[in-house]
Antibody, heavy 120, light 110 residues
Framework: EVQLVESGGGLVQPGGSLRLSCAAS????????MSWVRQAPGRGLEWLAN????????YSVDSVKGRFTISRDNAKSSLYLQMNSLRAEDTAVYYC?????????????WGQGTLVTVSS | QSALTQPASVSGSPGQSITISCTGT?????????VSWYQQHPGTAPKLIIY???HRPSGVPDRFSASKSGNTATLTISGLQAEDEADYYC??????????FGGGTKLTVL
């Protein structure tokens, strides 16, 4: 059974930093592109970033470029999101999700998400 | 990297059919067959219901279908049921290597 467990969320002041982690199991982590997607309270889904199987390619949206860094550790089957210079608008539930080539890089698996609240 | 355009809300009665559009550009929806759709009930994670424009994962009822024409993808739900009431999101690859979601559509079953 695929499991994705996000952690590291919490309350942080504007301008602060957080590092989110995602522990993956039930599939061969190193075979998948991995993504972070977030959802602000009462708002829609926002794709943030992804990283290739070997970490050689990374893509991110402009709103987080230069502030958020995606990384992975295949030996630990773990995905990370280093978030710096946090803003109130970064408040959201953050999901870790693999992109499955068998589903044309759609996201068939999701974790429960971790809530990040940016507030003074 | 603007969000794909979806109607904010749609509604229908049980048994009826509804459609949800997802409009992008030739740089995303129109340029790739990497369009997927997600269903999200309140307080839960999204669920993949359509991938590669028209394909349904196993376990998704065939009441759910989808298509694409030009820069617009469309999700159709036929034989509407109460449990279909949820938020629906489209998603597409872009020509910059990123992916983008639609703004989401709230489906109300009357």
């Amino acid at each position: 059974e695929v499991q994705l467990v996000e952690s590291g969320g919490g309350l942080v002041q504007p301008g602060g930093s957080l590092r989110l982690s995602c522990a993956a199991s039930g599939f061969t982590f190193s075979d998948y592109w991995m993504s972070w997607v977030r959802q602000a309270p009462g708002r829609g889904l926002e794709w943030l970033a992804n990283i290739k199987q070997d970490g050689s390619e990374r893509y991110s949206v402009d709103s987080v470029k230069g502030r958020f860094t995606i990384s992975r550790d295949n030996a630990k089957s773990s995905l990370y999101l280093q978030m710096n210079s946090l803003r109130a608008e970064d408040t959201a539930v953050y999901y870790c999700t693999p992109q499955d080539a068998g589903y044309s890089y759609g996201h068939p698996y999701w974790g429960q998400g971790t809530l990040v609240t940016v507030s003074s | 990297q603007s969000a794909l355009t979806q109607p904010a809300s749609v509604s229908g009665s049980p048994g009826q059919s509804i459609t949800i559009s997802c409009t992008g550009t030739s740089s995303d929806v129109g340029g790739y067959d990497y369009v997927s759709w997600y269903q999200q009930h309140p307080g839960t994670a999204p669920k993949l219901i359509i991938y590669a424009v028209t394909h349904r994962p196993s376990g998704v009822p065939d009441r759910f279908s989808a298509s694409k024409s030009g820069n617009t993808a469309t999700l159709t739900i036929s034989g509407l049921q109460a449990e279909d009431e949820a938020d629906y999101y489209c998603n597409s690859r872009t020509n910059s290597g990123t992916w983008v979601f639609g703004g989401g559509t709230k489906l109300t079953v009357l």
